[in-house]
């Protein structure tokens, strides 16, 4: 504790000490009742002031990590996505995640102040490390985050994650725990929210330090929003790599291209089709984040279809992840088939080819399994048109609408009512402004966000099964600052 705070503690519990003692001199020969509702009072004074004084340690701790490491936090920006990461050197190195940089050789850095600069990717992790630096053109004398003492991390300590979620919100600062250590996978658990676009950026200890590069978040649904399990890559892992990229013999290209799908081809197969046998090897991918095996299959499928698919297996905890067209998440799933089989029930979004990741819960298992896959015949009416509307609103963004302070973006929200189970398409369309649509569920947690229904249309759309029984909030929102102009927006 500061020495100051202490005097200032000391001082006011003797002061509260003094005063309640002056009360009791006055009061001749009080009652044993009079003596007990004294200490309580004076107890319960001392309780008091201690919680407001640990409040406020607490609060000045936040405010300094987040002053002394957020001007180290940048956003990197590719042509794929982008993520976050952190200035480690003077001249202008920032250290990320492979996936966040996938192939690209060149990314753009956006600053703390918001100012762009190029940058050039210098090295990639090897074995699954899903590490990289990138080292800005031209500067000097940037702001940096020290590294945290390898083997220094304990569960318990407070943790802090800065970084830019959703690409939308540059800066945000999060607080959380260390809730546990994964020393075989080197990874650190917390549960500070973490969400897409938080990738490759700092976890923090009390002292500002980087303890972590935050990396993946365990997920349930569609909706790959936070639930309060969150990896990061420790620094244990960091310092060699680092040593590796300084003398130049970190390879320069990534050992993941294609991003999560690692290059390879994936099997073709169909909806209805005979059941798969497959077996997990050394000879499979590798999923970075945490050295899982993985297969790959995909499949043809429509918009409105429901499709479930089934991963069975004696020898492993099976573990399924679903991408729609362009790589999106649309779901993942590890116990829901029973046992340790793993089952997705999902209504697809779009036409297009699905991907399937036959995957283990653990890293390194290996073992043989079995997948089934079963599709719905195509709807010939689009799913918005074939279920019943909950709710529709037609609504204009302008100078009434509220403002997100992150990136002054205008939008408007909506509630309806929603149940377990229950399976939901939102659409947000407008020929005014490139729409942005987010769902968020009781306890104002993220179930699903979307920007583009696809690479040829602007417009946002969701469809999501409802994780929980409650009250439900859509985000109407503009894409930029400079979204203006009339939606419609409709929750069937």
Do not use: C, W
């Not at 003077?90 to 940089?101: I, K, R």
């Not at 999501?464 to 409709?490: F, W």
């Amino acid at each position: 504790m500061n020495f100051k705070l202490l005097g200032l503690a000391v001082s006011a519990i003797l002061t509260v000490a003094a005063t309640l003692g002056a009360v009791s001199v006055k009061a001749a020969l009080p009652e044993p009742r009079s003596q007990e509702i004294t200490q309580v009072k004076l107890t319960h004074k001392l309780t008091q002031l201690n919680e407001a004084i640990t409040q406020n340690i607490d609060e000045q701790t936040n405010i300094r990590v987040y002053e002394q490491a957020s001007p180290a936090v940048v956003t990197v920006d590719t042509d794929k996505a982008n993520g976050s990461g952190t200035i480690i050197s003077p001249d202008g190195m920032v250290l990320t995640n492979a996936h966040v940089v996938s192939d690209d050789k060149t990314v753009t850095i956006i600053m703390a102040d918001g100012k762009k600069v190029p940058a050039d990717v210098i090295g990639f992790g090897e074995n699954g490390l899903d590490l990289a630096v990138v080292k800005m053109r031209g500067q000097s004398n940037l702001p940096t985050i020290p590294l945290a003492t390898p083997g220094s991390v304990k569960v318990g300590q407070r943790a802090y994650a800065i970084g830019n979620p959703f690409g939308q919100f540059q800066g945000t600062f999060t607080v959380g725990i260390v809730s546990r250590i994964d020393k075989n996978r080197g990874l650190i658990q917390t549960d500070a929210a973490i969400n897409p676009g938080n990738s490759g950026g700092p976890l923090l200890n009390s002292a500002g330090e980087l303890i972590g590069v935050n990396t993946s978040i365990f997920t349930r649904g569609q909706g790959g929003g936070n639930i309060g399990i969150g990896f990061a890559i420790s620094v244990d892992k960091v310092p060699a790599f680092l040593a590796e990229v300084r003398s130049g013999r970190a390879p320069r290209v990534s050992q993941r291209r294609g991003g999560i799908l690692g290059g390879k081809e994936p099997q073709k197969v169909t909806l209805n089709g005979p059941t798969i046998n497959g077996k997990l090897t050394e000879q499979s991918s590798v999923l970075p984040v945490d050295n899982s095996f993985f297969d790959l299959y995909a499949f043809e499928g429509k918009a409105g279809q429901q499709v479930t698919i089934n991963m069975k297996s004696q020898d492993i905890d099976s573990y399924l992840i679903l991408l729609g067209p362009g790589q999106r998440e649309i779901a993942q799933d590890d116990d829901s088939g029973g046992n340790k089989d793993a089952q997705i029930i999902a209504t697809l979004p779009a036409d297009g080819t699905y991907t399937l990741l036959a995957n283990s819960y653990e890293a390194q298992e290996s073992g043989s399994y079995t997948l089934e896959l079963k599709g719905s015949a195509p709807s010939r009416n689009p799913p918005s048109e074939s279920r019943s509307v909950i709710l529709r609103e037609e609504g204009v963004l302008d100078r009434s609408a509220s403002v997100l302070e992150s990136d002054g973006s205008l939008y408007r929200e909506y509630n309806f009512e929603g149940r377990a189970g229950q399976s939901v398409t939102i659409t947000l369309e407008s020929s005014e402004f490139d729409p942005y649509l987010a769902l968020f569920g009781p306890n104002n947690r993220l179930v699903a966000e979307n920007d583009d229904i696809d690479e040829q249309t602007e417009n946002a759309s969701i469809t999501v099964t409802l994780p929980v029984t409650g009250s439900y909030r859509v985000i109407v929102n503009a894409y930029d600052a400079k979204g203006r102009g009339r939606y419609t927006v409709i929750v069937r």
